[in-house]
């Protein structure tokens, strides 16, 4: 038993690293171009990562906010415009993974925009 999860773990490790830089070459389609059995796939793959993905955006926006709490306070809102972006990076960004990232027609935006003005 022992002996095929270790050849399993092997050969899921090596097929990962051979193909990680190949996946930018495939022409996918969106998906909207699915058809309805593929569109239930990627809607299932979307809850699945999601459900994982979720609680560290959650963590995230949390801390985010502490932060930029503290920041104002800290400061005595001398400091809001920092305040202000950390808040806006922390609670902005992709709280869900939508099927159209699967596809890799749309990239995940962790944490908001780079480009923030009060």
């Given at each position: ?38 569109k239930?796939g ?13 609680p ?11 932060t ?51």
């Amino acid at each position: 038993m022992r002996k095929t999860f270790v050849i399993l773990m092997l050969t899921l490790c090596t097929s990962f690293f051979v193909q990680c830089p190949f996946s930018n070459d495939a022409n996918a389609k969106t998906y909207a171009e699915h058809e309805t059995a593929g569109k239930a796939g990627l809607i299932t793959g979307s809850v699945v990562t999601s459900a994982v993905y979720i609680p560290f955006k959650l963590a995230y926006a949390v801390l985010g906010g502490v932060t930029s709490g503290l920041v104002y306070t800290v400061s005595m809102a001398k400091e809001a415009e920092a305040a202000h972006r950390i808040a806006t990076k922390a609670f902005t960004g992709d709280w869900y993974i939508h099927p159209n990232i699967l596809t890799s027609h749309e990239y995940l935006n962790f944490s908001g925009p780079d480009d923030i003005s009060p």
